[in-house]
């Protein structure tokens, strides 16, 4: 996947380490970028009637007025820039967050979180749902202050042999293509002609090869352990600059009253993550 046009999404309250390694990633990948500031209304307070509609409709203005201003200061930043790009403001309810998210990122090759957005468990949350679940667009969500490396040296591609992590394979091709090291990583892996071949991994490292990819394939025991844990271990083990991964292999609904890999991954993880559904 060419990645021409990047959103990278800004919280209204803090943004100034998320546009800066922001400006490097599209520097870098020579991109289009969508700054998009986001401001999540609040819930009024429980009250009358009367003192409902002014305490919260002044808030609204409130915090409408704040969202132009840091806008502003945003497009001034990027006018100091030789980026080709484009700022946009959302003011949403918590409620509807995910689809005005998901709308803009129709329009986008990649959706860019960087560590204050993410720092925003709220935030966080509705951008990683909007976006997945609503958009045909995969995520990089850096948890670290300074700028996703562009052309990291080693990826981890967790693999399962499911839908999720092929598409996710497929859409991060251009960062494989330009590292050193891709680890195909299979946690506990059973060998099924049905599931992951007679020899777990060969058929996507195959696959990479055809695209010019030198993969190893890492066959990595739990111990017992949960999946995310291990992953992060083996992450840790081999270097790597990016966690390339598909998201929610069972139903949305089990992921939200249980975690799950996805959920666990996004919590704990210090290495960027690539996340495709």
Known sequence: MSIKTVMCVLSVDRWDQDIKSGIEFCETQGAHMTAL???????????????????WLDEQRREID???????????????????FDV???????????????????????????????GNDDLQRRIVDGALFESPTPILLNPRMQAVTSFPKSILLAWDSSDEAARAARQSIEFLKSCDAVHVTLVDPVARSYEN?????????LFLSRHGIRAEVDCVSSGGRRVDETLRQHATDVAADLVVMGAYNHPRIQQRLFG???RSMLKD?????????
């Open 88 to 118: 946009q403001e959302i003011y949403t309810e918590f409620a509807w967050a995910e689809e005005d998210i998901a709308k803009h990122a129709l329009y986008a090759d990649l959706v860019l979180v960087g560590a204050q957005a993410a």
């Open 197 to 205: 071949g007679e020899e777990p991994g060969a058929d996507i490292a």
């Open 66 to 84: 704040r969202l132009r201003e840091e806008t502003k200061a945003v497009k001034e930043v990027l006018d100091r820039t030789e980026l080709s």
């Open 269 to 277: 993880s210090r290495v960027p993550l690539f996340l495709s559904r």
């Open 37 to 55: 500031v986001i401001c999540m209304g609040g819930v009024p307070a429980i009250a009358t009637y009367e003192a409902i509609s002014t305490a």
């Open 260 to 262: 799950g890999v996805t």
